[in-house]
């Protein structure tokens, strides 16, 4: 219990942030056989809410229709820590660093023409924050033939494990081995397990917290 407190994101301003710099979420609804089906979906965390465009037609459209309780999730694999990093022989000491965000939450239809406008342009900014589109309006054919699926979270828990569970010595060691072992992703993992490069070698510039 005392290991899960320090994996916790308690701020919903850094969840809210990391939501909205990952490009794809999975949102999983119940189908008519009581299944789950998780689908991975475009999104933008907008008003509170999760907004996601679809096809006007579809089964996770039909379920939620009838079955408005969906689950979303979005994660991101910062490292994997391979098992010799830690033991010569042991393979269960290989780990992952990672942060993930799980809600759960009420799903809707969006009917509303403003409502399904500012989703589609909030969107928009999301994945095209260079510009080089018009705005769009709710007189536009488009807002219209496109659905908005609007996810309302009841829960959302936030996870990270960037290292803050390693003492300073050993956050050392494991970025000393992540550098070694040249991955593209090595350099910005260090950094956010507060690693920084210096003449003399690495060193602890900060504790890492999300």
Same mark, same amino acid.
């Given at each position: 219990?005392?290991?899960? #407190?320090?994996?916790?994101?308690?701020?919903?301003?850094?969840?809210?942030?990391?939501?909205?710099?990952?490009?794809? &979420? !999975?949102?999983?609804?119940?189908?008519?056989? &009581?299944?789950?089906?998780?689908?991975?979906?475009?999104?933008?965390?907008?008003?509170?809410?999760?907004?996601?465009?679809?096809?006007?037609? #579809?089964?996770?459209?039909?379920?939620?229709?009838?079955?408005?309780?969906?689950?979303?999730?979005?994660?991101?694999?910062?490292?994997?820590?391979?098992? %010799?990093?830690?033991?010569?022989?042991? =393979?269960?000491?290989?780990?992952?660093?990672?942060?993930?965000?799980?809600?759960?939450?009420?799903?809707?239809?969006?009917?509303?023409?403003?409502?399904?406008?500012? =989703?589609?342009?909030?969107?928009?900014?999301? %994945?095209?924050?260079? #510009?080089?589109?018009?705005?769009?309006?709710? *007189?536009?054919?488009?807002?219209?033939?496109?659905?908005?699926?609007?996810?309302?979270?009841?829960?959302?828990?936030?996870? %990270?494990?960037?290292?803050?569970?390693?003492?300073?010595?050993?956050?050392?060691?494991? =970025?000393?081995?992540?550098?070694? !072992? *040249?991955?593209?992703?090595?350099?910005?993992?260090?950094?956010?397990? &507060?690693?920084?490069?210096?003449?003399? #070698?690495?060193?602890?510039?900060?504790?890492?917290?999300?």
């Amino acid at each position: 219990m005392q290991l899960l #407190g320090r994996l916790e994101i308690k701020s919903k301003e850094k969840i809210i942030e990391f939501l909205n710099q990952q490009e794809t &979420g !999975r949102v999983s609804s119940i189908d008519k056989d &009581g299944f789950p089906q998780i689908i991975p979906m475009n999104f933008v965390y907008a008003n509170d809410s999760i907004y996601m465009h679809s096809h006007p037609r #579809g089964e996770k459209l039909e379920n939620i229709t009838k079955n408005p309780k969906v689950g979303f999730e979005v994660d991101q694999s910062l490292e994997f820590l391979p098992s %010799y990093f830690s033991s010569p022989t042991d =393979a269960s000491q290989a780990d992952t660093l990672y942060i993930s965000v799980v809600i759960k939450g009420k799903a809707v239809l969006v009917t509303d023409t403003k409502e399904k406008t500012l =989703a589609l342009n909030e969107l928009m900014k999301k %994945y095209q924050p260079e #510009g080089g589109y018009e705005k769009m309006s709710p *007189n536009m054919e488009v807002v219209e033939e496109v659905a908005i699926i609007k996810v309302t979270p009841v829960t959302i828990r936030g996870k %990270y494990k960037i290292g803050q569970h390693f003492d300073k010595k050993t956050r050392l060691d494991i =970025a000393k081995k992540i550098l070694e !072992r *040249n991955t593209p992703t090595a350099n910005n993992t260090i950094k956010m397990m &507060g690693i920084i490069k210096t003449k003399e #070698g690495l060193q602890v510039s900060e504790e890492p917290s999300w």
